[in-house]
């Protein structure tokens, strides 16, 4: 099955700084790789997402790029500000088993303010 | 429109009892997905439904954890004399249909059931 690795495991920047989490995927077949941000105690939500048909999508300060050949994508965060730190996680959706999406083990944003 | 929603929103039992937690995903969602989360860790996958095919078990990490999904739409996760290392949050999460090229399967996910084993 997919198997999805992500790092690093936390990330600590100063408020204003870029922050990037890498993902990389196993399974050739994905499609479709959704980022998403829990905060403390709350629930994960989707923030941006891509599908293998495009290498790169931006929303404001949040953009995710995709390097199909090498099967990883990136999160990148600009201009950090402290509400941004919380825990991100990737995903990858596959085209076996069904449609599962595989999830990362997490990375632990700080935005030192 | 109504989100994923779970129940209980808290749960404590005591070591060696059944619990029973139930998700009622988003209306025509046919993906589910159960997950654990413990206190400061990932997102360690259970099991998850789509439409008719057989429930993918591979997570459930021992036999005493079960789930069902009746009729495609409710689902109930069970753990059988609970211990107190299955103290954690169990997160649902539902998604729209899969394998359709151009179609977001972002997972929408409950607010969890908080389990704690006494």
């Known amino acids: 099955g997919e198997n999805v690795e992500q790092h690093p495991s936390t990330l600590s920047v100063q408020e204003g700084d870029s922050a990037v989490i890498k993902c990389t995927y196993s399974?050739?077949?994905?499609?479709?790789f959704p980022w998403y941000k829990q905060e403390l105690g709350k629930r994960p939500q989707l923030i941006i997402d891509?599908?293998?048909?495009?290498g790169e999508k931006k929303d404001q300060r949040i953009a995710v790029t995709l390097n199909k050949t090498a099967k990883h994508f990136s999160l990148h965060i600009t201009e950090t500000q402290p509400e941004d730190s919380a825990v991100y996680f990737c995903?990858?959706?596959?085209?076996?088993?069904?449609?599962?999406?595989?999830f990362g083990d997490g990375t632990t944003l700080t935005v030192k303010p | 429109g109504a989100g994923v929603s779970q129940s209980p929103s808290n749960k404590v039992t005591e070591k060696g009892k059944d619990v029973e937690l139930r998700c009622d995903p988003i209306?025509?969602?046919?993906?589910l997905y159960w997950y654990r989360q413990s206190l400061g860790q990932g997102l360690e996958f259970l099991i998850y439904?789509?439409?008719?095919?057989?429930?993918?078990k591979s997570g459930l990490p021992s036999d005493r954890f079960s789930a069902e999904r009746t009729g495609g739409s409710v689902s109930t996760l069970t753990i059988q004399r609970t211990q107190q290392e299955d103290s954690a949050v169990y997160l649902c999460?539902?998604?729209?249909?899969?394998?359709?090229?151009?179609?977001?399967?972002?997972?929408?996910f409950g607010p969890g059931t908080r389990l704690t084993v006494l």
């Open positions: 209306s025509g969602h046919t993906a």
């Open positions: 891509i599908r293998s048909n495009v």
């Open positions: 439904f789509q439409g008719n095919s057989a429930p993918d």
């Open positions: 399974d050739s077949a994905s499609n479709y």
């Open positions: 995903a990858a959706r596959g085209n076996t088993n069904a449609g599962k999406s595989t």
């Open positions: 999460a539902s998604s729209l249909a899969v394998r359709t090229s151009g179609i977001r399967n972002e997972q929408f």
